[in-house]
């Protein structure tokens, strides 16, 4: 079995929790393969000495496994080299808050264990495609959670043209738009008023950035629909971000978002639920009646 470590520097108060799964993974003589920048930050503390490594989506052959040792942002860029490999991967949280980072010093015991006895469920989470006529993201021009599309600068508000399925939806007058996966939903979407959809759900989510008309609301829409996208301003330059990744375009150009051919595989332990996830890092529907 080879599994692939994805992470980066991470605190020192996190050395210990680490030590602890490589040394599982060590003792259950399981091949590694490491992220070249987190190599480097585990030989600096002294958790590993030697090992094989990759530094780009272009020489990261494959794994069985990937495991993502950060926090969401990290698990994001881990799905990058997963890509249409469909590699499943693990979220283990060295982070903060941690909605896709979902192991954790709380629960992470028997998780080598669990995969030696494939003692887990996948989940398919859907992707979003982004196309351009300038190959905006190259090769990687899919995403997990979401597209923004946002104004450079804060001098003044952006119109985003939004067509669904070829027919026009609306003109946003807003600081940007986000398309949101039923994933991303927990992200920036919940940030700007976006609804909390259940990360199975076969949605995207339309959501306005401080939008200047009040009755324009976030929208739902099937995750088989086409949006295509045309943005003005008084700028000539916009901020278009795929996840963790960000690109300036110019004026006049036309997105175009649809869904992705191949999913992101999600490992997900028998102690791991959405919704206690819900509770613990929202405090969703904490009431002190109900203690």
């Given at each position: 079995?080879?599994?692939?470590?994805?992470?980066?520097?991470?605190k020192n108060?996190?050395?210990?929790?680490?030590?602890?799964?490589?040394?599982?993974?060590?003792?259950?003589?399981?091949?590694?393969?490491?992220?070249?920048?987190?190599?480097?930050?585990?030989?600096?503390?002294?958790?590993?000495?030697?090992?094989?490594?990759?530094?780009?989506?272009?020489?990261?052959?494959?794994?069985?496994?990937?495991?993502?040792?950060?926090?969401?942002?990290?698990?994001?860029?881990?799905?990058?080299?997963?890509?249409?490999?469909?590699?499943?991967?693990?979220?283990?949280?060295?982070?903060?808050?941690?909605?896709?980072?979902?192991?954790?010093?709380?629960?992470?015991?028997?998780?080598?264990?669990?995969?030696?006895?494939?003692?887990?469920?996948?989940?398919?989470?859907?992707?979003?495609?982004?196309?351009?006529?300038?190959?905006?993201?190259?090769?990687?021009?899919?995403?997990?959670?979401?597209?923004?599309?946002?104004?450079?600068?804060?001098?003044?508000?952006?119109?985003?043209?939004?067509?669904?399925?070829?027919?026009?939806?609306?003109?946003?007058?807003a600081d940007?738009?986000?398309?949101?996966?039923?994933?991303?939903?927990?992200?920036?979407?919940?940030?700007?008023?976006?609804?909390?959809?259940?990360?199975?759900?076969?949605?995207?989510?339309?959501?306005?950035?401080?939008?200047?008309?009040?009755?324009?609301?976030?929208?739902?829409?099937?995750?088989?629909?086409?949006?295509?996208?045309?943005?003005?301003?008084?700028?000539?330059?916009?901020?278009?971000?795929?996840?963790?990744?960000?690109?300036?375009?110019?004026?006049?150009?036309?997105?175009?978002?649809?869904?992705?051919?191949?999913?992101?595989?999600?490992?997900?332990?028998?102690?791991?639920?959405?919704?206690?996830?819900?509770?613990?890092?929202?405090?969703?529907?904490?009431?002190?009646?109900n203690y």
């Open positions: 079995m080879l599994i692939a470590l994805h992470g980066r520097p991470f108060d996190s050395i210990f929790f680490i030590k602890k799964i490589i040394d599982q993974l060590v003792a259950e003589s399981i091949e590694l393969v490491i992220y070249e920048p987190f190599f480097k930050h585990l030989k600096k503390v002294g958790l590993l000495k030697n090992a094989e490594v990759y530094t780009s989506v272009d020489d990261f052959k494959g794994a069985d496994y990937i495991f993502s040792v950060g926090g969401d942002g990290t698990f994001l860029d881990a799905v990058t080299f997963s890509g249409r490999k469909e590699i499943p991967i693990l979220g283990i949280n060295v982070g903060r808050l941690g909605f896709l980072s979902t192991v954790n010093e709380t629960n992470y015991s028997d998780l080598v264990k669990n995969i030696l006895n494939k003692d887990y469920r996948i989940e398919e989470r859907g992707l979003i495609r982004l196309e351009t006529s300038t190959g905006l993201f190259g090769n990687l021009n899919f995403g997990l959670n979401e597209l923004t599309m946002t104004k450079r600068d804060s001098a003044a508000m952006i119109i985003v043209h939004t067509y669904l399925d070829g027919e026009f939806l609306n003109s946003y007058w940007g738009l986000i398309v949101s996966t039923a994933t991303g939903s927990t992200g920036y979407s919940l940030s700007c008023g976006g609804p909390v959809v259940l990360p199975l759900t076969q949605n995207l989510i339309v959501t306005p950035i401080s939008p200047h008309n009040l009755n324009v609301r976030p929208l739902l829409v099937p995750d088989t629909s086409v949006l295509s996208f045309e943005i003005e301003g008084r700028s000539k330059t916009f901020l278009v971000s795929l996840d963790s990744r960000s690109e300036p375009v110019r004026s006049g150009i036309t997105l175009t978002l649809k869904k992705e051919s191949f999913n992101a595989r999600l490992i997900k332990i028998p102690s791991d639920s959405f919704l206690n996830t819900l509770r613990l890092k929202l405090n969703w529907g904490l009431d002190v009646r």
